[in-house]
């Protein structure tokens, strides 16, 4: 929906200062070969002589930054596709996620309501707590983000982040498709995604089954 009311609002420019294609065809192998490592690496835990709570954290640590990998991905993306001079306060090398985000939304005349919502499917909050190093990790490899405000702290287990980490890969994935011309249908993947969201299935099943060991 956000891709297509960039277009009908004529916004899409191509910016070639940004576009690096090399970049993305290595970003895709990667996160391939990422998500199914990391399946591997859980499932083999137990075998390893390293400490539970340093392999918990490790984890944790992977998971974030694979997601903070997607969301720079989707910033870069952003960049190549908008006319700079259709926002209002435009862009430049230095502009974050949020920023970008909450532009295109000003330009789009979103309800405050869908502007919230889409900030949050774009992971803005938790972008901003890692990216300002607003978090703490646990030896359970829980993460809790803002954990000095209690308003708007967060706690986030290893199974949230694996679906941050699936909603990342989705949004990015859906944006190259777009940038393809090609429509994507609900529930219909391409192969390499269908793959990846496998792997990350398992994660979670197998990180689930450790962390209820652990208790």
Same mark, same amino acid.
């Given at each position: ?16 200062? &940004? ?30 002589? =390293? ?8 984890? =944790?640590?992977?998971?974030?930054? &694979? ?28 502009? =974050?996620?949020?920023?970008? @985000? ?7 005349? &979103? ?19 890692? =990216? ?64 990846? @969201? ?18």
């Amino acid at each position: 929906m956000i891709l297509n009311d960039i277009e009908s609002k004529g916004l899409v420019q191509f910016n070639k200062e &940004y576009h690096d294609e090399e970049f993305f065809r290595n970003f895709i192998q990667f996160k391939k070969a990422f998500s199914h490592s990391m399946g591997e690496l859980i499932n083999k835990l137990d075998s390893f002589q =390293t400490k539970q709570d340093e392999m918990n954290i490790f984890t =944790t640590y992977s998971e974030l930054s &694979y997601i903070n990998s997607h969301l720079d991905a989707i910033k870069k993306f952003l960049k190549i596709i908008i006319n700079p001079i259709k926002l209002e306060e435009g862009f430049g090398k230095n502009t =974050t996620l949020e920023q970008m @985000v909450k532009r295109i939304c000003k330009k789009m005349n &979103y309800s405050e309501k869908m502007q919230i919502s889409i900030q949050g499917l774009f992971l803005v909050d938790f972008r901003n707590a890692i =990216t300002q190093q607003q978090y703490r990790i646990n030896k359970s490899g829980e993460i809790v983000i803002y954990p000095n405000n209690e308003k708007i702290k967060r706690h986030l287990n290893i199974k949230d982040l694996a679906d941050n980490s699936m909603q990342a890969a989705e949004i990015l994935d859906a944006m190259l498709d777009w940038s393809n011309g090609k429509t994507r249908m609900m529930n219909k993947k391409p192969e390499i995604l269908d793959e990846i @969201v496998r792997d990350l299935t398992k994660q979670v099943q197998a990180l689930d089954n450790k962390l209820d060991n652990l208790s």
